[in-house]
């Protein structure tokens, strides 16, 4: 992305109005370059495209003045409606060096070319200029439209005829269509105008216009960047996280020969874009090079390291937020409890009450919640006081009423009572302005009821996370459809898709996939635009039948998981379309195994929470089971009694183990032999919802 400048060298020091250039590649800017003067930067420009090229990237390449004039203009100029007539007219008249150039001059000789007086106007120049005014209210006559349609849609985009004066664009048009005119020929073929031309080269050059998110560009402004280096960085990786889908709807515009702005019509995405999180690194889930079969904890803490939150923040009502993850801290907006407070029904007085009967005269009147009494308790005097009212000024303790005795005038009691007995502090809970919840936290019922009590009724939470489920192979049909032989019913798909509710998140059903690499990579990429994240089963291994793997693979983002564990087979990671996909293996109850195991941790930290290891509990056996070294073995388990029990088959084709499980047995690696009140570690099912 570049932002243009078209005034003259701007000198070695970064200067905000000179030419700042950013380039973004998967979702990541580098630091953006300060370019002088327009030699240089068509220089750069240039030897970039070359670069890029030739290491097999496409390039989209914005520069932020229009690509046109309002319509008619060039019939006038060239003879010819054609836009790249006006590109390389400029591209023959401009006088371009680093100390000076010809563009008030040329507008003059333009505005000969036009009836009245106009269009251009603007004169940065001491002399006085034929045929250009120095005030657009001078114009007249000249018939040119002042704005394109694109301007008048792009609220506070300056018109193009104003050449000097506070924002003015007019002289970085002129100044910058001559470059773009030798970029055009430079490039040939390779090179496609947006959009005066299809999009169907691999440089495509567009006009963008940084206002159009001047908001978010301002709120994101880091101290020490000048304003143009900052929404070039911004834009360049702001686009270039955008999806391949969102990309191509913002460049679909019909052929304009007036240009247009890109993201015109989709501020709000760029906006989400700009704020939302960085894309998780393609290679995230590469496993070093070597390892054979990855230990569990070793595969665990690879996740951990490389998986990062994935959806935008959003602000909700805090009725709304159980379930969600936070997306910044909460602090209290009030103290809790707000003042002090009676923690009994009784009677208040100043405490302490020393030993024996206590007789204490009362003032009349009370103090009941939502109705505090407004004077004073003079000392040796009692109030009555219910449970939750504020303490008035002279009480600090609660004689709680069941312990008196109590005529119109005086209560009786037995001492001692310790100062501040039977009362709550103000701030003894939460005091105000302490953070009481962190970034990440999954909020819970009773957090609700936290943030309630202090008076928090906004949140900033992370959108819900849009989960995915697949199912792959030629055999499956629905339950409830007709069946053939050699067909089975689809066990995984409804079982997935309620975990992921289960977890917490949005389950996309994207049905099923046949054996067949072309219509699942479709679906996957549909898949991919609707979804965050994407869990498969089956096709996981690297059989010839194993779709979801040789996809991946050609997608060049395959890693596949040999995890020493059972119930295993390889766990197939990878993106489609930018989007994490988790294939797990075919078999239910290794699905559902490798769907707790793996996938529920990396999606909480997907979902914007922080890692968890299930909670689990040391419980004793009620079995007796010898392992072999090297694995971790899961066993469908219940506590029944308090002791572990176990599925009485370890075969892994038994679905209905798992129903009759509540929770897994975890074995660690070792060799093990477990007798009957040996400890074992069991892991609820729901520990993985947490
Ligand atoms: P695959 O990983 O595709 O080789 O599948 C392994 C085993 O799991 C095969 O017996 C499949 O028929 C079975 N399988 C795959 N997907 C499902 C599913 N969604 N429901 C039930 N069984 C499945
Ligand atoms: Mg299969």
């Known amino acids: 992305m570049v932002d243009w400048s ?142 394109r349609q694109a301007e008048l849609q792009a609220k506070g985009a300056f018109p193009v005829w104003q050449l000097s004066g506070a924002g003015a664009v007019g002289s970085q048009v002129i100044m910058g269509l001559p470059s773009l005119a030798r970029l055009r020929k430079r490039f040939g073929k390779d090179l496609c105008v947006w959009p005066f031309e299809a999009q169907n080269a691999p440089i495509a050059i567009v006009e963008i216009w940084p206002s159009l998110i001047a908001k978010v560009i301002a709120a994101t402004q880091p101290a020490d960047l000048p304003k143009d280096a900052h929404q070039v960085f911004v834009l360049a990786q702001t686009l270039s996280r955008l999806t391949p889908d969102q990309l191509t709807a913002m460049l679909d515009v019909p052929i304009n020969p007036e240009g247009s702005i890109l993201g015109l019509d989709h501020v709000s995405l760029l906006t989400e874009t700009v704020l939302g999180p960085p894309p998780l690194r393609n290679d995230c889930f590469a496993m070093p090079q070597g390892t054979h079969w990855t230990p569990v904890d070793q595969a665990l803490t690879h996740l951990k390291s490389r998986l990062s939150v994935v959806v935008n923040d959003e602000t909700i009502p805090l009725d709304q937020a159980a379930g969600r ?64 009212a504020n303490l008035p000024k002279g009480v600090d303790t609660v004689v709680l009423q069941e312990d008196v005795t109590a005529t119109q005038n005086e209560v009786r009691f037995h001492g001692p009572l310790k100062k501040g007995a039977n009362a709550r502090k103000a701030g003894e809970d939460m ?138 087979r390889p766990l197939a990671l990878g993106f489609w379309g930018q989007k994490p996909v988790f294939g797990l293996p075919g078999n239910p109850v290794a699905a559902m195994v490798c769907a707790m195991i793996f996938a529920a941790p990396a999606l909480r930290v997907l979902a914007g929470g922080t890692w968890q290891e299930p909670q689990s509990f040391q419980v004793p056996a009620g079995f007796t089971k010898s392992k072999k070294a090297g694995r971790r073995e899961y066993l469908r388990a219940r506590i029944n009694n308090g002791v572990a029990e176990r599925f009485a088959s370890e075969g892994s084709g038994r679905v209905s183990g798992l129903s009759w499980a509540t929770g897994l047995i975890a074995l660690n690696d070792g060799a093990q032999t477990i007798a009957p009140g040996d400890l074992v570690t069991f892991i609820p099912f729901s520990s993985f919802a947490a």
């Not at 996309?508 to 979804?531: F, K, N, S, Y």
């Not at 996981?540 to 596949?560: C, F, N, P, Y």
């Open 325 to 388: 993850y936070l997306a910044a801290p909460v602090t209290a907006a009030r103290a809790h409890p707000p003042a002090a407070n009676a923690a009994v029904d009784g009677y208040g007085f100043a405490g302490p009450a020393p030993d024996g009967v206590q007789v204490l005269p009362l003032v009349q009147g009370r103090s009941a919640a939502g109705a505090p009494y407004a004077g004073d308790v003079p000392a040796g005097h009692a109030l009555r006081i219910l449970t939750g």
């Open 6 to 147: 078209g005034g003259n060298d701007r000198g070695p020091k970064p200067k905000a109005d000179a030419i700042w250039v950013c380039a973004a590649r998967d979702g990541v800017a580098d630091a953006p370059v300060y370019l002088r003067n327009r030699a240089l930067a068509e220089a750069w420009i240039t030897d970039f495209i070359n670069a890029e090229r030739a290491a097999g990237r496409r390039v989209l390449a914005g520069f932020d003045f229009a690509f046109g004039y309002p319509a008619g203009f060039g019939k006038v100029l060239t003879g010819s409606d054609d836009p790249f007539a006006i590109w390389d007219w400029f591209a023959a008249h401009v006088q371009d060096a680093p100390d000076g150039n010809n563009r008030f001059d040329l507008a003059g000789q333009i505005n000969g070319l036009f009836p009245g007086i106009g269009p251009f106007w603007g004169n940065g120049l001491k002399r006085d200029i034929a045929n250009l005014p120095r005030k657009g209210s001078a114009r007249a006559g000249h018939g040119m439209a002042e704005r």
């Open 431 to 568: 005091t105000q302005g302490q953070v009481i919840l962190e970034t990440g936290r999954k909020l819970t019922p009773a957090d609700l009821g936290m943030m309630a009590a202090v008076g928090v009724g906004q949140l900033r939470v992370r959108r819900r996370l849009r989960v995915g489920i697949l199912s792959t192979g030629d055999e499956l049909r629905t339950p409830g459809s007709a069946i053939d032989d050699g067909q089975i019913y689809d066990a995984n798909r409804p079982m997935l898709h309620a975990l992921a509710c289960d977890w917490g998140y949005e389950a996309v059903d994207l049905g099923q996939a046949p054996d067949d690499r072309e219509r699942l990579g479709q679906i996957l990429t549909e898949g991919a635009a609707r979804c965050d994240v994407i869990l498969t089963s089956g096709g996981a291994s690297a059989g010839d039948e194993d779709h979801m793997s040789a996809l991946l693979k050609d997608s060049g983002s395959l890693a596949l998981w040999r995890i020493a564990m059972k119930p295993g």
